[in-house]
């Protein structure tokens, strides 16, 4: 048996969770998250505590019990406290700022870059260089990081652009020699 998918999850008191059928939906004081759940995998519920188990142990229902599981945590999480991910900006002149509610990087373009928040996620700029993506549903959160990523990743000679909070860019040496001769 899946050893992610037979953990428990606890609901905290200030969560509400509906389960009909392969439906789930969960309500808290960040927002309210709904997911049509595989046939394969039943979802019950006693008080505080979310089941996730599966019908029958067929290999496609193996696969989905443990990812049923994480999906509903996930939901139950980000409806409860939220979730966030940091982006950090290196480079001379690469810098974000808020206008509003969206995002505008100049990134040694021509033009400004504004990125427009999906609904639910919300940016934040700490100095000029940190960007923090926060909102209630995980995926949302880190499809709009990497998008942000993405305007410029960073590169592996000067290590320059965009890249996620602790994440180690492998650099390469480059040129050595002048035109020994």
Do not use: W
């Not at 428990?8 to 709904?34: C, F, M, N, R, W």
Request: aromatic share 4%.
């Amino acid at each position: 048996m899946s050893r992610i998918g037979k953990r428990p999850i606890t609901v905290p008191a200030k969560v509400q969770v509906t389960i009909d059928g392969t439906k789930v939906v969960v309500k808290g004081p960040k927002g309210e998250l709904s997911r049509d759940l595989p046939t394969n995998v039943i979802v019950s519920q006693e008080g505080e505590i979310l089941q996730v188990n599966r019908r029958d142990d067929s290999r496609t229902s193996r696969q989905l019990h443990g990812l049923c599981r994480t999906l509903v945590a996930n939901m139950v999480e980000g409806v409860s406290t939220g979730f966030q991910r940091r982006l950090e900006i290196q480079g001379v002149g690469y810098r974000a700022q808020l206008q509003g509610r969206n995002l505008i990087l100049n990134m040694g373009y021509s033009h400004q870059v504004q990125i427009l928040p999906p609904e639910g996620i919300q940016f934040a700029v700490e100095g000029t260089t940190n960007v923090i993506v926060s909102g209630y549903d995980k995926e949302i959160v880190g499809n709009t990081a990497a998008k942000i990523r993405e305007v410029r990743r960073p590169e592996p000679y000067k290590g320059k652009g965009i890249r996620y909070a602790g994440e180690v860019v492998r650099r390469k040496a480059g040129k050595t020699g002048k035109g020994k001769k």
